[in-house]
């Protein structure tokens, strides 16, 4: 198994940025395809972003494409999201997700077998 622990969210005001840190612990990090999702309340996990285990291959949901950027440092056991251009509709708790050893990037939540406990994000208007 592989511990997450996601840190960097907090409330900023709309058109403002902020980046996500996901730190990883136990099995091999840098075998891990890695993603990003969001629940905001009322609503169903949405699927935000999603980075294969080398970094070369980065896939995003519609609704941050050109906004958020997903990367990942395997010397620190870190992914990151830098979000940019934040819109009241991005307030959500932003949880990260690891994928088993070399699997591909992937858009479901269903894929992914371990999961951190989430940071909030507050974008005001």
């Known amino acids: 198994q592989v511990q997450l622990v996601e840190s960097g969210g907090g409330l900023v005001q709309a058109g403002g940025s902020l980046r996500l840190a996901c730190a990883a612990s136990?099995?091999?990090?840098?075998?891990?395809?890695m993603g990003w999702f969001r629940q905001a309340p009322g609503k169903e996990r949405e699927f935000v972003a999603s980075?294969?285990?080398?970094?070369?291959?980065?896939v995003y949901g519609d609704s941050v494409k050109g906004r958020f950027a997903m990367f990942r440092d395997n010397a620190k056991n870190t992914v990151y999201l830098q979000m940019n251009s934040l819109k009241p509709e991005d307030t959500a708790v932003y949880y990260c997700?690891?994928?088993?050893?070399?699997?591909?990037?992937?858009?479901?939540?269903?894929?992914?077998?371990?999961w951190g406990q989430g940071t909030q994000v507050t974008v005001s208007s």
């Open positions: 997700a690891a994928r088993k050893a070399y699997a591909t990037v992937y858009y479901f939540a269903h894929g992914y077998d371990c």
């Open positions: 136990g099995r091999a990090f840098s075998s891990s395809a």
């Open positions: 980075i294969s285990w080398n970094g070369g291959s980065t």
